[in-house]
């Protein structure tokens, strides 16, 4: 069973940046690759990001491309995802994940964080 925990949203101003976090715990053969979603209420969950947990490979949605960057840290289980130059339509509930594909969709996830509130103003 693998334990995932998100932080680091805020509210932040057009053309700022923050890093959200994401701490797992918990070991499966499943989880090789990470990722981030986002969701706005009343609209489907979208991916964002994800990687590999060697680094390898690492793909991001076109809306936030040359904008974020996705990350990790091993020997702290802790990936990461730096945001930069947000837009007010970046504004949504982020979630970590944990999958086996980096085929960007959710049914290759199997572990989710909680979500943090990213809420960008304009």
């Known amino acids: 069973q693998v334990q995932l925990v998100d932080s680091g949203g805020g509210l932040v101003q057009a053309g700022g940046s923050l890093k959200l976090s994401c701490v797992a715990s918990?070991?499966?053969?499943?989880?090789?690759?990470m990722g981030w979603f986002r969701q706005v209420p009343g609209k489907e969950r979208e991916f964002v990001a994800q990687?590999?947990?060697?680094?390898?490979?690492?793909n991001y949605a076109n809306s936030v491309k040359g904008r974020f960057a996705i990350s990790a840290d091993n020997a702290k289980n802790t990936m990461y995802l730096q945001m930069n130059n947000l837009k007010p339509e970046d504004t949504a509930l982020y979630y970590c994940?944990?999958?086996?594909?980096?085929?960007?969709?959710?049914?290759?996830?199997?572990?989710w964080g909680q979500g943090t509130q990213v809420t960008v103003s304009s």
């Open positions: 990687m590999t947990w060697n680094g390898d490979h690492s």
């Open positions: 918990g070991r499966s053969w499943r989880t090789t690759v």
């Open positions: 994940a944990a999958g086996s594909s980096l085929s960007g969709e959710e049914k290759n996830y199997y572990y």
